[in-house]
Each structure stands twice: as C-alpha cells, then as structure tokens.
C-alpha cells in the first residue's frame, strides 16, 4: 500500500450559536437543509452484494530476489561470511486483485507487482482466488503514472469476473463496498461512503475517489463497488499518520482506469499527450501580481525548446485557462487534460498573456519518459561573491527586500549565464521579507517584474511602484539562475 503522510490539524469550535439577520426580502430563498432531503439509509446487509461479489476478488503475491551488500565486507569476518560479494535475499510482497473477464485477466495496482527495494527483481506472480485456487500469472502490461497493471491466469475456465462502472456518477455521500486482502486477511470486506472525488496527492495525473471505507497494508489492487455492484475504484493509497488506517483512502476512478486497462490488454504501451511545458498553480501571489482570479488556469513557467507549446507561441509568463474548451482548474489540471489528449491531435488553448486573451492551437506531442522530463527542469548552483554590508542594508529599505546591481560582462561570467542576458542581478536578500521566503538569494538574475524589462534598479522600482498604484501586493518576477530554466515568481511588497 502506498502512502501519502501528512499533519492534520483540528479546530474544536464551542457551542456559540449566532443569529444573523437581514433586512432584505427573502422571496423564494429556502434553506439548503429545508423539506425532505433525510438519506434511506443504509442497506439492511451487504451479505448477498458481497456473496455474488467476492469469488472475483483474488490475493496477488510475488516472490522476489534482493541483492544486497554483505554487511561483514572489510572487517575480519568478511571471508568467513562471503568476502564482499552481494549476498542474495529472498523478499515477498502481498495484494489484491480483481478478475475482469472469464478468460483470466486481472487487475491490481503497479506496486503490488513492482519489486520492492533498490536491487530487487520479480520471479513469479501468484494470485490465489477466494475457493484457495492459486496460478501462475503473467503480466500483460504495466502503467506506472497511474499505478495500474494487468495480469493474466490460465486454468479452467471460466473465472469469475466483475464488470467496471461508471464513476463519473459517483457522488459525495454515496455507500461504496471495499473488498481485499488486507494484512493477508482474505477476503475482508469493509463498507463507507464516498468523501470526495476527483481528489489529487501530488501526481500530474491524479483524480482519486476519496473514502472513509476502512483500507489498509494489502488492499492495493482491490475493487471498490457501488451499490450496483460496479467497479468504480481501484483501492490505491492511504493516508496515514500512523501507517494504518485512519479513514482516509484513496481509489483510481474507474473512468481513468478503462481506457488504460484496454491499452495494455492489447498488448500496447499507455501514451499521453504532452505540450512541452513547465507549469505552477495559480496561487494567491501569482494571481495577485497579474491582477487575476485565483485557481482559475495554470501559470507558464518555461517551454520546451521545438515542442508543441514552443511551436504554438505559447510563452513563459502566460497562463493557461482552457483546452478545447475544458476549464484548467485544480480539479482538472493542464496534466491531466493534455495527458488524455491523443498523440498528433490538434487543440486549441485559451491563455492570458499581459492581461489580455489569447487562443492559439498546439499539436499534441508524446510525452517522452520521466528522466528526460527531469533534465528539462534540473537545475544547478550559483557561484557568487559574498554581500557587503551596503548591500544588506540597501535590501532592508527595499519594497520587495532586494537589492540590486545592473548587470556586467564580469558579473555574467562569473554567474555562468549565457553572455547576451539583460536583467538586474540580486546582491542582498533581506531575510524577514517574501523574497527570502519564496528562496530568492544572491546571485538570481531578474530578467523581468510584471513583464516589464528590468535591465535597472530604476526600472525594477517603477515595476513596483505600478503595482501599488493598481491597488495590488504583489510582483511577478522573471529569474534566472545559474544551471536552471528561467522562472517566475510572484513576491509579496513589504507591508509599508
């Protein structure tokens, strides 16, 4: 089971009621909680739902080899325990799984199947159904973006199978059946309702059912179902503080998980769209330096030289509100509409540039694999002289806690930035400011505030002192570090 840990805080309210009142009309208004809405309650039993339910839900294991270093090498007892070769351990690893056809395949998340330590290979693939059966499974494919795998069992025939539903009908309340093999418990079944949907933990392509239905360590892989008896979820993560079940998981809806599912029982490789860009939410300060609606698009902060965003103008700064037609929101990210898009396909995509909107249309790319996309963002360290004492105090009576220098040919090389750069570089951070908290630091070229050039400091202040004239807190500045793609970010002025 993967895990996503995170602190919650509570806020325990006393028992005060206010009363609020309003001279206006009330007209046809009514309350949300007013008439009938009281729920049917829960089903009497779930018995016969599970009965027909569980033979299609099996445990997945693997048998894995892990080499790992002999912990006696270079010490007097190395030769008499192996010398300083690897020694060889054996590993297992538990899960669940659904069959999803009567000839053998069967669904589970990616990890379950996936070894599990640096090192580590898979020799075999076991799942046991519900009656104790066991087969040899192969696997048919895998996608690890979105955590899924398909395998596939042979014997006699036909298997018990469940059929995929429809989770884009799935609403917050509703009751959802969780079957699996928690702790190698088989079989266990829990019940709870949906918390929330389209839900993300951090992935560019996560959209997860959230439940309250009680999962643990060994139900990855297993099926959630609605009251049709409908897969609806994959059982993925948790969240826990503890590593155990706190009321908080997560599943795969079933809406992301078909088409892939169908990919790989082609024997195909699982492709997404891509554009070519790197993107940041449109958070408070960002928002506020462009005078725009928070959560509402996602902010440009490079292109990729020669991809389909670079070839269809789109540039650094601009923010991106649709794609054909879909709304960019934190329910449904820039990620995951482009990713569903078909490679070759033609979009057209609605963004903002200095204020003003703009629609261009982009070919959608392929997104190329995980260790290109890190070298298009890597970054590196700057090596700068350290500040003097004029320089901290210029910074400490700045608006953004910045002091700066025009650059120079000597300060370029000595930054290692590319010869024709034009900007302002930063000699002193104040450290009590937004500046020093957003990770500003000497050295950091600013290219650009509020799109403005800033080639001087007098320029860098009339970017600033428009910003307080329009009634905004905010700066958007464009920075370029030594080893990294050039960037925005958005620095709150200091209170005055």
């Not at 009514?30 to 809405?37: D, K, L, M, P, W």
Request: glycine share 12%.
């Amino acid at each position: 089971m993967r895990y996503v840990y995170g602190l919650t805080a509570a806020l325990l309210l006393g028992g005060t009621a206010v009363a609020i009142s309003s001279h206006e009309p009330l007209g046809a208004q009514t309350a949300q909680n007013e008439g009938n809405i009281a729920p049917r309650g829960a089903p009497g039993s779930f018995a016969d739902m599970v009965e027909r339910l569980q033979p299609a839900v099996v445990n997945i294991s693997t048998r894995q080899r892990v080499q790992v270093q002999n912990p006696f090498a270079g010490t007097p007892f190395g030769e008499m325990f192996g010398g300083g070769t690897p020694q060889t351990r054996q590993a297992q690893s538990l899960g669940s799984g659904f069959l999803i056809s009567a000839d053998g395949y069967v669904v589970t998340n990616n990890h379950v199947v996936s070894p599990g330590a640096e090192g580590a290979t898979v020799d075999s693939i076991t799942v046991t159904l519900n009656n104790r059966e066991e087969y040899t499974a192969r696997l048919v494919g895998r996608d690890v973006a979105t955590d899924l795998a398909l395998l596939k069992i042979e014997g006699k025939k036909p298997f018990p199978f469940v059929k995929f539903g429809d989770s884009t009908k799935a609403r917050v309340g509703d009751w959802v059946v969780a079957i699996g093999e928690p702790y190698a418990l088989a079989g266990t079944v829990t019940a709870g309702i949906i918390s929330a949907v389209h839900r993300s933990t951090g992935g560019p392509y996560d959209r997860f059912i959230q439940t309250d239905a009680s999962i643990n360590q060994g139900n990855s892989g297993g099926p959630m179902f609605d009251m049709n008896g409908n897969v609806i979820g994959i059982n993925s993560q948790i969240l826990s503080p503890s590593g155990g079940n706190v009321g908080i998981g997560f599943a795969i809806p079933s809406e992301q998980a078909i088409p892939i599912i169908e990919t790989l029982r082609k024997g195909q490789t699982v492709k997404r769209g891509y554009l070519g860009i790197q993107i940041s939410p449109l958070g408070d300060d960002i928002a506020d330096s462009l005078g725009l609606a928070k959560n509402r698009g996602e902010f440009v902060q490079g292109v990729e030289p020669g991809a389909g965003a670079d070839k269809a103008g789109i540039k650094a700064g601009d923010v991106i509100v649709k794609v054909n037609g879909q709304e960019v929101t934190p329910d449904q990210t820039l990620s995951y509409i482009v990713g569903g898009q078909p490679v070759g396909a033609r979009v057209s995509i609605d963004l903002i540039r200095q204020g003003k909107p703009q629609t261009v249309t982009a070919i959608v790319g392929e997104r190329p694999p995980e260790d290109k996309l890190r070298q298009f963002g890597q970054g590196g360290d700057d090596d700068f002289s350290q500040p003097n004492k004029q320089d901290n105090a210029n910074a400490a009576q700045q608006a953004l806690g910045l002091a700066v220098l025009p650059l120079n040919p000597s300060i370029v090389r000595q930054l290692g930035i590319p010869l024709d750069t034009r900007g302002v570089v930063i000699s002193a951070v104040d450290q009590s400011t937004d500046a020093a908290a957003k990770g500003l630091q000497r050295g950091d070229v600013i290219l650009t505030a509020n799109n403005m050039a800033t080639t001087t400091e007098a320029e860098l202040n009339a970017a600033v002192a428009g910003v307080r004239k329009a009634g905004r807190n905010a700066v958007l500045l464009q920075l370029l570090r030594r080893g990294q793609p050039v960037t925005f970010i958005a620095v709150r002025l200091r209170d005055r």
